[in-house]
């Protein structure tokens, strides 16, 4: 089974390398390495010494051993199951997991889409320490949310970009087309979503990506009642719409509305609500949008839920001095109150002038501003978020009993 699962990584990551041999190479992914990771990988479990990102930031996990981590937690776990869907040369894998009690009785079906970005690294060990929490937690708000709920989580959106990100390219964002994935949905698509950038080109056509169709098959079958997809380079938590800058959806919102902002309070204290209205940017093409409307899903969310290089701090403050400075019905507006701040902090959800970081500065850079560079951040991090997530399932899970924003 090891050997498998190396051994396709392997063939994944090689033959996204045949294809697209003008993308930078790092790390293992060099010719000269290649070769004796070929001839190791199948003897040895662990693929540390073959990639950049485990040497440098060793509590990160590569790809290889995010699978292996989720397949060992999923195997002594009850009612899961771990499977990979593929299309092409493209696999991703899917783990659902259903409620403790009897497969009916689960009133939220939450469905988590992580990684989605590449670079974005913290987004996938944020779910999986979910998991393990899901299935290895014995706190009360676990064991609750298993009762009430039930998952299907993609910890890994970009599989075939991310063996380029563990090689020490920590600017990479999009698919190995250059293709942004939450950009390439057929809600509101736009050809020239590009004008913000190369990172956010929507692809040819809707649904032109392996990886954007995969997950839309796996997301319609599934009909959750609850999407959350989880991204890094700044902090908010959103609703839609995505692709327009005035409106919060219409339906459901006060439901939604409500859980982003006892969220908020709890987790992050950033700005939270409609995300292209707090953002200020139109952003077309979303997974967020797409599958509120063309699913109807009750509640569908986007987390932003880390930016480095200093920005945190600032950022908290100034939320702070606003949220004091404005009531809390005002707190939605932020943006509209003061634009220049969220030009100086684009969203990545966003993405505006994070391309001119990523293309202008180097991957150190890149890497810090996406994700956590020291192992006390990484874990408060991760610690943060994952009760986050529970407490956002057990939210949901009760509007859904109470019969509101169903
Ligand atoms: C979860 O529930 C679905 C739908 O009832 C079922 O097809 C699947 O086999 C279940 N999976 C596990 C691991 O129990
Ligand atoms: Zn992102």
Same mark, same amino acid.
């Given at each position: 089974?090891?050997?498998?699962?190396?051994?396709?990584?392997?063939?994944?990551?090689?033959?996204?390398?045949?294809?697209?041999?003008?993308?930078?190479?790092?790390?293992?992914?060099?010719?000269?390495?290649?070769?004796?990771?070929?001839?190791?990988?199948?003897?040895?479990?662990?693929?540390?010494?073959?990639?950049?990102?485990?040497?440098?930031?060793?509590?990160?996990?590569?790809?290889?051993?995010?699978?292996?981590?989720?397949?060992?937690?999923?195997?002594?776990?009850?009612?899961?199951?771990?499977?990979?869907?593929?299309?092409?040369?493209?696999?991703?894998?899917?783990?659902?997991?259903?409620?403790?009690?009897?497969?009916?009785?689960?009133?939220?079906?939450?469905?988590?889409?992580?990684?989605?970005?590449? $670079?974005? /690294?913290? !987004?996938?060990?944020?779910?999986?320490?979910?998991?393990?929490? +899901? =299935?290895?937690? @014995?706190?009360? &708000?676990?064991?609750?949310?298993?009762?009430?709920?039930?998952?299907?989580?993609?910890?890994?959106?970009?599989?075939?970009?991310?063996?380029?990100?563990?090689?020490?390219?920590?600017?990479?964002?999009?698919?190995?087309?250059?293709?942004?994935?939450?950009?390439?949905?057929?809600?509101?698509?736009?050809?020239?979503?590009?004008?913000?950038?190369?990172?956010?080109?929507?692809?040819?056509?809707?649904?032109?990506?392996?990886?954007? $169709?995969? /997950?839309? !098959?796996?997301?319609?079958?599934?009909?959750?009642?609850?999407? +959350? =997809?989880?991204? @890094?380079?700044? &902090?908010?938590?959103?609703?839609?719409?995505?692709?327009?800058?005035?409106?919060?959806?219409?339906?459901?919102?006060?439901?939604?509305?409500?859980?982003?902002?006892?969220?908020?309070?709890?987790?992050?204290?950033?700005?939270?609500?409609?995300?292209?209205?707090?953002?200020?940017?139109?952003?077309?093409?979303?997974?967020?949008?797409?599958?509120?409307?063309?699913?109807?899903?009750?509640?569908?969310?986007?987390?932003?839920?880390?930016?480095?290089?200093?920005?945190?701090?600032?950022?908290?403050?100034?939320?702070?001095?606003?949220?004091?400075? @404005?009531?809390? &019905?005002?707190?939605?507006?932020?943006?509209?109150?003061?634009?220049?701040?969220?030009?100086?902090?684009?969203?990545?959800?966003?993405?505006?002038?994070?391309?001119?970081?990523?293309?202008?500065?180097?991957?150190?850079?890149?890497?810090?501003?996406?994700?956590?560079?020291?192992?006390?951040?990484?874990?408060?991090?991760?610690?943060?978020?994952?009760?986050?997530?529970?407490?956002?399932?057990?939210?949901?899970?009760?509007?859904?009993?109470?019969?509101?924003?169903?």
């Amino acid at each position: 089974m090891k050997t498998l699962t190396a051994l396709s990584v392997l063939l994944l990551a090689l033959c996204a390398g045949a294809r697209h041999p003008q993308v930078r190479r790092h790390g293992w992914m060099s010719p000269t390495k290649e070769s004796s990771e070929s001839s190791s990988s199948s003897l040895q479990s662990s693929s540390r010494s073959f990639t950049t990102l485990t040497k440098e930031y060793p509590y990160y996990h590569s790809s290889k051993e995010l699978l292996e981590e989720a397949r060992r937690l999923v195997s002594g776990c009850k009612s899961a199951a771990l499977r990979t869907i593929q299309e092409g040369d493209v696999s991703m894998d899917v783990v659902q997991m259903n409620s403790t009690r009897s497969a009916q009785a689960a009133r939220n079906k939450v469905f988590i889409l992580f990684g989605e970005h590449s $670079r974005e /690294l913290i !987004s996938p060990e944020t779910g999986l320490a979910l998991l393990r929490e +899901l =299935c290895e937690g @014995s706190s009360e &708000l676990s064991r609750e949310v298993r009762q009430d709920s039930e998952f299907l989580l993609v910890l890994n959106g970009n599989p075939r970009s991310r063996p380029e990100v563990e090689g020490g390219d920590y600017c990479l964002r999009t698919n190995p087309k250059g293709v942004d994935l939450n950009r390439n949905w057929d809600e509101e698509w736009q050809k020239d979503s590009v004008s913000h950038g190369e990172a956010t080109n929507p692809g040819p056509a809707p649904f032109s990506e392996p990886e954007t $169709r995969l /997950l839309r !098959s796996l997301v319609s079958e599934y009909k959750p009642t609850t999407y +959350l =997809c989880v991204h @890094s380079g700044t &902090l908010g938590l959103y609703m839609p719409w995505a692709f327009d800058q005035v409106h919060a959806a219409d339906r459901n919102q006060k439901a939604m509305m409500s859980v982003l902002e006892e969220l908020d309070r709890s987790h992050c204290q950033c700005p939270y609500g409609a995300a292209g209205k707090e953002v200020g940017y139109s952003c077309p093409g979303t997974s967020l949008d797409w599958i509120y409307d063309k699913l109807q899903t009750p509640f569908a969310f986007a987390f932003e839920i880390y930016v480095g290089n200093g920005q945190m701090a600032m950022l908290k403050e100034k939320w702070r001095q606003k949220a004091h400075a @404005s009531s809390a &019905l005002q707190i939605n507006h932020l943006a509209n109150a003061r634009p220049d701040f969220f030009k100086a902090h684009p969203s990545d959800f966003i993405q505006v002038s994070n391309t001119e970081v990523a293309e202008s500065k180097n991957s150190r850079d890149c890497f810090e501003l996406y994700n956590p560079a020291s192992e006390d951040v990484f874990h408060a991090t991760v610690n943060n978020w994952v009760t986050a997530y529970l407490e956002m399932a057990q939210k949901v899970s009760k509007h859904l009993q109470d019969g509101k924003g169903a």
